[in-house]
């Protein structure tokens, strides 16, 4: 059964940080792309990056890149967002996921909540 659990979430303020982190069980890991995704209030669902099995390639939305960061130890089946200059309409639930966007971005752990305010 794949698990995923995300963590790191919090309140920062506009132009801080935070690192999220993923931990995955029940499926190969290394063989798999990863995705994080968001849901803002009232939103829906927004591809926010995703990085190859090999950890070669990181792809990013145009609204996050150059300011995320995401990366993933495959010795430790873990996937990091490094999240830096922050802005309000980064605010939402932050999920990892293996899946795409042709199937929802399923299956996806139970989030972490990202409150960017002042």
């Known amino acids: 059964e794949v698990q995923l659990m995300e963590s790191g979430g919090g309140l920062v303020q506009p132009g801080g940080s935070l690192r999220l982190s993923c931990a995955a069980s029940?499926?190969?890991?290394?063989?798999?792309?990863m995705n994080w995704v968001r849901q803002a209030p009232g939103k829906t669902l927004e591809w926010v990056a995703g990085?190859?099995?090999?950890?070669?390639?990181?792809d990013y939305s145009e609204s996050v890149k150059g300011r995320f960061t995401l990366s993933r130890a495959n010795s430790t089946n873990i996937i990091y967002l490094q999240m830096d200059s922050l802005k309000f309409e980064d605010t939402g639930r932050y999920y990892c996921?293996?899946?795409?966007?042709?199937?929802?971005?399923?299956?996806r752990g139970q989030g972490t909540q990202v409150t960017v305010s002042s």
């Open positions: 996921t293996t899946g795409a966007r042709y199937n929802n971005y399923q299956p």
């Open positions: 029940g499926f190969t890991f290394n063989m798999r792309t």
């Open positions: 990085i190859s099995p090999g950890d070669v390639v990181a």
